[in-house]
């Protein structure tokens, strides 16, 4: 006997690969995944998982007689994966989030062609298409035509977190060429008609050794003049 439930999360690692599409199922992204135990009473971690993506998941028959809030790993959800469960699970046996991708994607396109349509019967100038960004900021998910792979399966986008490394890496070489290194503080004999240059470069300790050298035996030829002067 096998009893078969199912249960929906975010991906724990990258190694669990999509039952239908044959494809990796990126970490931290939803999934579903259908649990297949001997008996009930066999823990969640003895059992048979396949893993599906929450975009290539078709709701089984009984999924559509249990109430959603009940489906293992629901309550852990974010409230934006709640509704879309919901949603889908609304829509009957055999309904998929990735069915409704489709739906809004060939409805934006079909008000797209008969606004243009409408447009150049009227001899207006052709409405502007809207941006990606304008559709994210709906609040209706229905009109929300934006690439689903990412934002509706929890995916990453991976082009957006290569664009975000280029663009720390370039700030942190920025922000380290603003630091400026301390210049060494002047020494106090010296003569007041010296100036003081911000470009000078500092001396080397060769350079500073033979300076002290010279320093030495001039103090010490005074005072041998002063000595023998003395007497």
């Not at 990606?132 to 929300?144: F, P, T």
Request: proline share 4%; charged share 35%; hydrophobic share 30%.
């Amino acid at each position: 006997m096998v009893v078969i439930t199912y249960c929906v999360e975010y991906a724990e690692s990258q190694k669990s690969v999509c039952l239908k599409c044959n494809k990796v199922i990126p970490n931290k992204s939803l999934r579903v995944g259908r649990m297949e135990r001997t008996s009930e009473k066999e823990k969640k971690k003895f059992a048979k998982f396949r893993w599906y993506h929450f975009k290539c998941f078709e709701v089984p028959e009984i999924l559509t007689k249990i109430p959603v809030h009940l489906i293992r790993g629901q309550v852990n959800l974010l409230d934006k994966d709640k509704l879309r469960l919901e949603k889908v699970i609304k829509l009957g046996v055999g309904a998929s989030w990735s069915q409704i991708v489709d739906q809004h994607k060939k409805k934006a396109k079909e008000d797209e062609e008969a606004a243009a349509a409408e447009a150049l019967e009227n001899g207006t100038p052709l409405p502007p298409k809207p941006s990606k960004d304008d559709l994210m900021d709906s609040d209706d998910d229905e009109a929300n035509v934006k690439d689903f792979t990412s934002q509706l399966t929890g995916e990453v986008d991976r082009k957006q977190e290569r664009k975000n490394r280029k663009i720390n890496k370039l700030k942190a070489k920025t922000d380290g060429a603003k630091v400026t290194k301390k210049q060494p503080a002047g020494n106090k004999g010296a003569s007041s008609g010296t100036k003081n240059n911000k470009d000078t470069k500092p001396m080397s300790a060769v350079a500073q050794a033979i300076a002290a050298t010279r320093a030495d035996s001039q103090k010490k030829m005074e005072l041998m003049k002063n000595k023998f002067g003395k007497k």
